[in-house]
T-cell receptor, first 116, second 116 residues
Framework: AQTVTQSQPEMSVQEAETVTLSCTYD???????LFWYKQPPSRQMILVIR??????QNATENRFSVNFQKAAKSFSLKISDSQLGDAAMYFC?????????????FGKGTKLSVKP | ETGVTQTPRHLVMGMTNKKSLKCEQH?????MYWYKQSAKKPLELMFV???????ENNSVPSRFSPECPNSSHLFLHLHTLQPEDSALYLC???????????????FGPGTRLTVL
């Protein structure tokens, strides 16, 4: 079975600085998808960025980018120019390609604090 | 209203009570999900419905009973729950066509359930 591990329960970053959140996963599949979701306090979870495993190029969405290392099964999230609104729980998630839909497998999350 | 809404936002119930959680999506999606989010644990997928048909039951105890009368509404009926069932219950939806594996899931704000 696939698993997702986020080894940093909490992280802190100074406003305007850069922070990297770690995520590793375990799978025997070659095709899959990876996601980072953000859950602000008392607010809805939203998708931050996603990556298809067959794409070598790292995904980028404005200040958010990933470092996808397929061989190492690593999928870290880099947040540049951190803003106060980036404070949230961040969840890394994995999904197989094909098969039954909707089976997102989540990590335990990393709580990110942003200091002014 | 837009997006995914959930009611009630907070619920306290005794172990002998029967209650229902409601989820409604206004996005024209065809797939809907129930997740359980417990403290310090990864999000757990409970049920998946696609075009009103249940496509996934992730070994959930029978004291949780889902119902999907149409593609816009999803219910979770609760009866004789245990204190360990206390958690945040999240509903999500996505389009049920195309590359559903890759499609973004849109989450509701959740129902905070406390079982006494």
């Amino acid at each position: 079975a696939q698993t997702v591990t986020q080894s940093q329960p909490e992280m802190s970053v100074q406003e305007a600085e850069t922070v990297t959140l770690s995520c590793t996963y375990d799978t025997s599949e070659s095709d899959y998808y990876l996601f980072w979701y953000k859950q602000p306090p008392s607010r809805q979870m939203i998708l931050v960025i996603r990556q298809e495993a067959y794409k070598q190029q790292n995904a980028t969405e404005n200040r958010f980018s990933v470092n996808f290392q397929k061989a190492a099964k690593s999928f870290s999230l880099k947040i540049s120019d951190s803003q106060l609104g980036d404070a949230a729980m961040y969840f890394c998630a994995y999904r197989n390609y094909g098969g039954s839909q909707g089976n997102l497998i989540f990590g335990k999350g990393t709580k990110l604090s942003v200091k002014p | 209203e837009t997006g995914v809404t959930q009611t009630p936002r907070h619920l306290v119930m005794g172990m002998t009570n029967k209650k229902s959680l409601k989820c409604e999506q206004h996005l024209g999606h065809n797939a809907m999900y129930w997740y359980k989010q417990s403290a310090k644990k990864p999000l757990e997928l409970m049920f998946v419905y696609n075009f009103k048909e249940q496509t996934e039951n992730n070994s959930v105890p029978s004291r949780f009973s889902p119902e999907c009368p149409n593609s816009s509404h999803l219910f979770l009926h609760l009866h004789t729950l245990q204190p360990e069932d206390s958690a945040l219950y999240l509903c999500a939806s996505t389009t049920g066509t195309g590359d559903v594996q890759y499609n973004e899931q849109f989450f509701g704000p959740g129902t905070r359930l406390t079982v006494l």
